[in-house]
């Protein structure tokens, strides 16, 4: 079965550093993958997916098919993008199974 | 406006009372679901439907029942509550054959 997992839980940056956060995903074929976003008192939304190959707040998710991996990058944080941020895969008929997440702190 | 709604969005209740959380979209989506969310955990779909009078079981067994009598509503119900249903509960919907959930804000349920 399709799924993916993140190994932190929390992640803390300086403002104006790179991030990234890992997530790696269990399939063998070509596997659909997203990353959702919950922001403080907001709800759960998409950000990005990797067939788009779109840059959202300037976050880029790359799939490394030799590694398993959907990293999710940013070249330089900003204090906004402190949330929680979710892992997703597709596992049949639209349906998704989502990571445990990670927090991600970016310090001022 | 469009959008998804979750009532109630706090409930405290004892065991063994009957409960029914409220999902409405006014989105015009085919496709809803139920996650179920433990703190610092996965979230755990427990049930979705492709429309009217579909209802499906998700990855995670879960005592709860669903209905899907109108498009636009899908309430999840526990007919006797126990302190394991306490977690969050999130609905979310979308377009059928797209794969972008929109969810609502979750109800945090608490059983005593």
């Known amino acids: 079965a399709q799924r993916v997992t993140q190994p932190e839980k929390l992640l803390s940056v300086f403002k104006g550093a790179p991030v990234e956060l890992k997530c790696n995903y269990s399939?063998?074929?070509?596997?659909?993958l997203f990353w959702y976003v919950q922001y403080s008192r907001q709800r759960l939304q998409l950000l990005l997916r990797?067939?788009s190959r779109e840059s959202i707040k300037g976050f880029t998710a790359d799939l490394n098919k030799g590694e398993t991996s959907f990293h999710l990058k940013k070249p330089f944080a900003q204090e906004e993008d402190s949330a929680m941020y979710y892992c997703?895969?597709?596992?049949?008929?639209?349906?998704?199974?989502f990571g445990t997440g990670t927090r991600l702190t970016v310090i001022p | 406006e469009a959008d998804i709604y979750q009532t109630p969005r706090y409930l405290v209740i004892g065991t063994g009372k009957k409960i029914t959380l409220e999902c409405s979209q006014t989105?015009?989506?085919?496709?809803m679901y139920w996650y179920q969310q433990d703190p610092g955990m996965e979230l755990h779909l427990i049930h979705y439907?492709?429309?009217?009078?579909?209802?499906e079981k998700g990855d995670l067994s879960s005592e709860s029942t669903v209905s899907r009598i109108r498009t636009e509503h899908f309430p999840l119900t526990l007919e006797s509550a126990r302190p394991s249903h306490t977690s969050q509960y999130l609905c979310?919907?979308?377009?059928?054959?797209?794969?972008?959930?929109?969810f609502g804000p979750g109800t945090r349920l608490t059983v005593l």
């Open positions: 990797h067939i």
């Open positions: 399939y063998s074929g070509s596997p659909e």
């Open positions: 989105m015009g989506h085919d496709k």
């Open positions: 979310a919907s979308s377009q059928q054959g797209t794969d972008t959930q929109y």
């Open positions: 997703a895969t597709e596992t049949g008929a639209n349906n998704l199974f």
């Open positions: 439907s492709y429309g009217v009078n579909s209802t």
